[in-house]
């Protein structure tokens, strides 16, 4: 394939990802999440075209991502509960899981032919106004080869996809920094991927506990297998302190050769988390360790540990 061009963040950029999108093509977009790898999600073939991108697994169904409530509901079938759910947050990093219309006009790729579709409202204005130039569905995964660690910037987009995809839209790093929340609303509500919405919100918002759904033996979102977001370098968790050969990295009073948030704050360490994690990699090398220090299981400390223990996963 050709380079991948990069855009730049104004409108020029935003009609050429557009006109690409529509053409069939792959480009690279940031949300406030993660950058992630959109294509037409009614054309058959720019979606499998994002599974080769990737090398992503068949059976690991894709996020559609739209402008608004109003195309989200031509979409998915929303009742009172996900309509409440929507317009408390979206936009923003959420996904809402819902069972898929009958005249939605997906590509039966995009579900891995479940009967339910993830659909998300992202905020970054970037996201925004691609998706409204685009006029259709725009499915899009993380902009990283399959079980690699998720991109914030456009240069871990070119780090892993260079030449596979038509372009990337650079638009800065990631202000949330991990993937947005799933919320399974085709049966009773459960939390599918802790993300950057904090399920305490959700559970407030429902007026409810969540179930959690997110069983790396049975996945209920299909991509939550337990080795994924794998730096070269082997990770350990829960470090005080670092053994020999490893590279720390610091939360709060953990001191350590990087660190999340020094000050301890949960919002930063997110924006960070997966930036560092490829910074550290680097350090360490192919061979080398990396320890992160405990991270609160609270807010988006949740979303954070539960990339970490897939990051430390045996693979
Ligand atoms: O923040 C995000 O959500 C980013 C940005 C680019 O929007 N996207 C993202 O996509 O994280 P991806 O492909 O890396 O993760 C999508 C997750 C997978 O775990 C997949 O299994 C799950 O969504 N998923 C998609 N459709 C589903 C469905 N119908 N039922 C359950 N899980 C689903
Ligand atoms: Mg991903």
């Given amino acids: 394939m050709d380079r991948t061009e990069i855009l730049a963040a104004d409108d020029s950029g935003v ?24 294509g037409d999600a009614t054309d058959d073939r720019a979606v499998a075209g994002i599974f080769a991108a990737k090398g992503r697994p068949q059976f690991n169904p894709l996020i559609v991502h739209v402008p ?8 998915g079938v929303f009742d009172d509960r996900a309509r409440n759910v929507a317009l408390a947050f979206w936009p923003g990093p959420l996904t809402l899981v819902l069972p898929m219309r009958g005249d939605a006009g997906i590509s039966p790729l995009v579900t891995a032919g479940l009967g339910s579709v993830a659909i998300r409202v992202p905020a970054h204005p970037l996201a925004r106004a691609l998706l409204r130039a685009v006029g259709r569905p725009v499915a899009a995964p993380s902009a990283n080869p399959s079980g690699r660690v ?3 910037r456009a240069d871990h987009v070119i780090d892993g996809l260079e030449g596979r995809i038509a372009a990337v839209m650079d638009g800065g790093a990631c202000a949330v920094g991990v993937e947005s929340t799933i919320l399974g609303l085709d049966g009773p509500p459960a939390l599918l991927r802790p993300g950057g919405i904090p399920a305490e919100a959700l559970e407030a918002a429902l007026g409810h506990p969540l179930a959690s759904g997110g069983d790396a033996a049975r996945p209920s979102a299909p991509g939550q297998l337990a080795s994924h977001y794998a730096p070269g370098a082997a990770v350990r968790l829960g470090a005080h302190g670092a053994e020999t050969g490893e590279i720390l990295i610091g939360f709060g009073p953990v001191k350590g050769d990087l660190s999340l948030s020094q000050s301890g704050d949960l919002v930063e360490a997110a924006a960070a988390l997966f930036h560092i994690l490829r910074q550290a990699d680097l350090l360490a090398g192919p061979t080398g360790r990396i320890a992160f220090a405990p991270i609160p299981e609270q807010g988006l400390g949740r979303a954070i540990n539960d990339r970490l223990r897939r990051a430390a996963a045996p693979r």
């Avoid at 009609?15 to 959109?38: C, K, S």
């Avoid at 608004?68 to 979409?75: F, G, H, P, T």
């Fill in 68 to 75: 608004d409530l109003a195309a989200a509901e031509r979409v």
């Fill in 150 to 152: 998720s991109p914030t």
């Fill in 15 to 38: 009609a050429r990802a557009a006109d690409l999108i529509r053409a069939g093509r792959l480009v690279a977009f940031p949300t406030e999440t993660v950058y992630g790898l959109g």
